[in-house]
């Protein structure tokens, strides 16, 4: 196995470890180990061993669950802000940790460090945002129609979190759902990506030790269980888990869904996108230029919000078309440990070979490969999947731009008047982020009105990926709804209560009803 010992140290992953053989799950801090078939891990960067994991048996699963109930049932009378201070504390923890924790993104998703080190702030990020959540989970008071009465709202806490995650954001999205459920009293029983358990093993180390130490913390507050669709799937049939928050593709988030809906749960839903950038004839190119690459290029183009559809004013886009080309001859792309590199691989060989089913379904389709989509081998890691990202020029949303290949294609197309970007914008099943690059006031303003950009993100000036977390994330259409994160996404963790108090001696009825016995 090519997992640094050190690294092993660090992060304490050795009491998960047995031989080569990763834990099945974590029950109460504890590591549980299967005797079931065992499935080789490989990283993406070279196809290096990292061990083995073996998916949880339904029975584990469902002790998990059952354990984080009896978690529930205490940590839910636990007083926020004390709350709050468990999460105070994982702050801390993963500031110190920041650097390890970055590399086994880097090992497991290929990203690289600057990324991963990113992706590890958005959860130094969510520990401070949630904090000051702690104080903050209020309703309203409502005047009553009613003498000598007061109505209220309370939220109280809603149960266990199911948390299924995708493997491109391996640890921030588990930390957006996950410290937003402790502060609103919830426990977390989370199922990783199959191709990132690593991640989920680091993170419930960090979490476990705090948990461990923390006066009134159950110690199955963070449980894991490792495992692919039935797992997932033992999560959404559980009446046990009140909301399932689950991250990744369309087909996954459909099927999620319908099981949890089938039985009346919450379902909080994040999943594919197809992001456009509309680029006006007034736009700052230097500007567009630098978002454009970043979007589309940045992750392999394996971010739920990387720019995938450009649609350009037919009078610039012979001026942007070829600086977007020449930027892209120099992106560097290679092992994303090495500085410098700015592309790392593409997950897996099943990944590639949609990269290169959509280029030729776009060619098929009238669409022409302006520049790169082939396969890189020359000074990257052997065995591993590494693209130059590819510009492919298209006359509107063909089918093949409709559906999200998870890869660095960018199809670029022309608009004549805004009315048909905008309708260019819309015309897709996905809705999650959209730019627009504009200097015209009205442009901007009409972009992100009512009758603009149908997407849960719609920004000015800004690209289409790397969103704060203080906003709330998510988006609309077949990207599910579900909203994360920022702003007032803390709802979707607890349960609100109206409660009406009358404080006379007269029992009034609401409406003027008279039932007088
Ligand atoms: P995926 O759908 O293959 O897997 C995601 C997770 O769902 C995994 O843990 C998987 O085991 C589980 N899963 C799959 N089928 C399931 C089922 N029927 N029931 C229960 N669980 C099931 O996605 P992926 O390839 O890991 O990730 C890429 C996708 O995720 C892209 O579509 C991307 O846009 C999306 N994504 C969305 C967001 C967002 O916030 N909107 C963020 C990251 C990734």
């Keep these: ?182 502060v609103c009293g919830d426990p977390v029983v989370w199922k990783p990506s199959e191709k990132a358990p690593l991640c989920a093993l680091a993170i419930q180390s960090v979490v476990d030790e705090v948990i461990a130490e923390f006066d009134g913390a159950p110690r199955s507050l963070s449980q894991i269980v490792i495992g692919e669709v039935e797992t997932g799937k033992q999560l959404a049939e559980s009446p046990l888990v009140p909301l399932v928050s689950a991250t990744g593709s369309v087909r996954m988030g459909k099927a999620v869904a319908a099981t949890v809906g089938g039985r009346l749960g919450r379902s909080l839903l994040e999943l594919g996108g197809n992001n456009a950038m509309i680029v006006t004839e007034t736009a700052n190119l230097e500007l567009a230029l630098r978002a454009i690459v970043f979007a589309a290029a940045g992750t392999a183009g394996q971010r739920c919000t990387t720019l995938r559809r450009l649609i350009v004013q037919e009078s610039v886009v012979d001026q942007l078309l070829p600086r977007i080309a020449k930027a892209y001859e120099t992106l560097p792309i290679g092992d994303p440990r090495e500085s410098g590199k700015l592309v790392g691989p593409l997950i897996d060989e099943p990944s590639f070979r949609a990269q290169q089913q959509a280029l030729a379904d776009a060619k098929a389709q009238g669409g022409e490969v302006v520049f790169g989509g082939e396969r890189v081998t020359a000074g990257v890691p052997a065995n591993g999947f590494y693209v130059r990202p590819a510009i492919v020029r298209v006359n509107g949303n063909l089918p093949v731009v409709c559906h999200e290949t998870f890869a660095p294609i960018l199809y670029v197309m022309t608009y004549k008047t805004l009315d048909e970007a905008m309708a260019l914008q819309n015309g897709v099943p996905q809705g999650l982020s959209s730019a627009i690059f504009t200097d015209r006031m009205q442009e901007a303003e009409r972009f992100v009105s009512p009758a603009g950009s149908d997407c849960g993100i719609a920004n000015v000036n800004i690209g289409t990926s790397g969103a704060e977390i203080g906003g709330a994330f998510g988006g609309e259409k077949e990207t599910g709804g579900g909203r994360e994160s920022g702003s007032d996404s803390w709802k979707n963790y607890m349960r609100r209560t109206t409660n009406t108090v009358n404080y006379g001696n007269a029992l009034p009825l609401a409406q003027g009803i008279k039932f007088d016995v």
């Design 1 to 182: 196995m090519k997992l640094d010992t050190q690294l092993i140290a660090a992060l304490g992953l050795g009491k998960y470890l047995q031989g080569e053989q990763w834990a099945s799950a974590i029950i109460n801090g504890e590591a549980v180990f299967d005797n079931g078939p065992a499935k080789p891990l490989r990283s993406p960067i070279d196809h290096a061993s990292l061990g083995q994991y073996v998916n949880a048996p339904a029975a584990i699963t469902e002790q998990a669950i059952k354990e984080a109930h009896a978690a529930f049932l205490k940590w839910r009378t636990v007083p926020a802000p004390r709350r709050g201070e468990l999460v105070r504390l994982i702050g801390e923890k993963v500031r110190a940790k920041k650097k390890e924790l970055a590399q086994v993104i880097t090992l497991e998703a290929g990203k690289i460090v600057a990324e991963a080190e990113g992706e590890v702030q958005e959860w130094i990020d969510i520990c401070d945002f949630a904090v000051g959540l702690s104080r903050q989970l209020h309703g309203l008071t409502i005047v009553s129609e009613r003498p000598e009465h007061r109505m209220m709202e309370q939220w109280h806490p809603l149960g266990t979190v199911g948390v299924i995650t995708a493997f491109n954001f391996p640890q921030a999205v588990w930390a957006w759902n996950a410290m937003l459920a402790f």
